[in-house]
């Protein structure tokens, strides 16, 4: 199974201030032949089920503020929060979704404000 | 804008089944593929299986085969999980999601979630 792998854990930002959380893939998850990434990120606040912010790497969802941005191709992939909002606060997660069965997920990773 | 729409919560014991329901409405469902993801209280998103309703062979998560089941019912836009054999270990919240495109050849992010069901394993 392809690993991913999320860091940090967890991370304080203060209000404003940029939030970076990067995710690895044990394997490529690059589709060279229609050159795209299949990399999702996830938010999922308390008592919620996650909600898809960015597919393919790089495309935000339909109304996810453009704040949230995805970065990276192959096997680093990048998730920047730009002046981070207080409803920001979540958990993020990673997921390849190119190698099934299985789709994988990153563990997670908590976003607080400082 | 679909919506799936997930049975409500299960209390069980070690040892027994369940079986979770979700209805999808207001699009399309036979298309598109379905999984199943659980997440334990405080831990991540675990993909447990998938299938695609118009063609009805499902994916499992090598952990699960032999105790998992899922299937969908086209005619009434439901999929259904049953896993057997519980332990306290799948206490767990267990959502059904949908891939954000109609089968292509090559799956896709999820889009669509279910509002979860609480599975509580316990003596």
């Known amino acids: 199974d392809v690993v991913m792998t999320q860091s940090p854990d967890s991370l304080a930002v203060s209000l404003g201030e940029r939030a970076t959380i990067n995710c690895k893939s044990s394997q490529s998850v690059l589709y060279s032949s229609k050159n795209r990434n299949y990399l999702a990120w996830y938010q999922q606040k308390p008592g919620q089920p996650p909600k898809l912010l960015i597919s393919?790497?790089?495309t935000r969802e339909a109304g996810v503020p453009d704040r949230f941005s995805g970065s990276g191709s192959g096997t680093d992939f990048t998730l920047t929060i730009s002046n981070l909002q207080a409803e920001d606060v979540a958990v993020y997660y990673c997921q390849q979704y190119y190698y099934f069965p299985p789709v994988t997920f990153g563990q997670g990773t908590k976003l607080e404000i400082k | 804008q679909v919506q799936l729409v997930q049975s409500g919560a299960e209390v069980k014991k070690p040892g027994s089944s369940v079986r979770v329901s979700c209805k999808a409405s207001g699009g399309n469902f036979k298309s598109y593929p379905i999984s199943w993801v659980r997440q334990a209280p405080g831990q991540g998103l675990e993909w447990m299986a998938g299938i695609i309703p118009i063609f009805g062979t499902p994916h499992y998560a090598q952990k699960f085969q032999g105790r998992l089941t899922i299937a969908a019912d086209e005619s009434a836009g439901t999929a259904y999980m049953e896993m057997s054999s519980l332990t306290s270990e799948d206490t767990a919240t267990y959502y059904c999601?949908?891939?954000?495109?109609?089968?292509?050849?090559?799956?896709?992010?999820?889009?669509?979630w279910g509002q979860g069901t609480m599975v509580i394993v316990s003596s």
């Open positions: 999601v949908r891939e954000s495109s109609p089968w292509t050849g090559s799956h896709e992010p999820f889009d669509v």
């Open positions: 393919w790497a790089s």
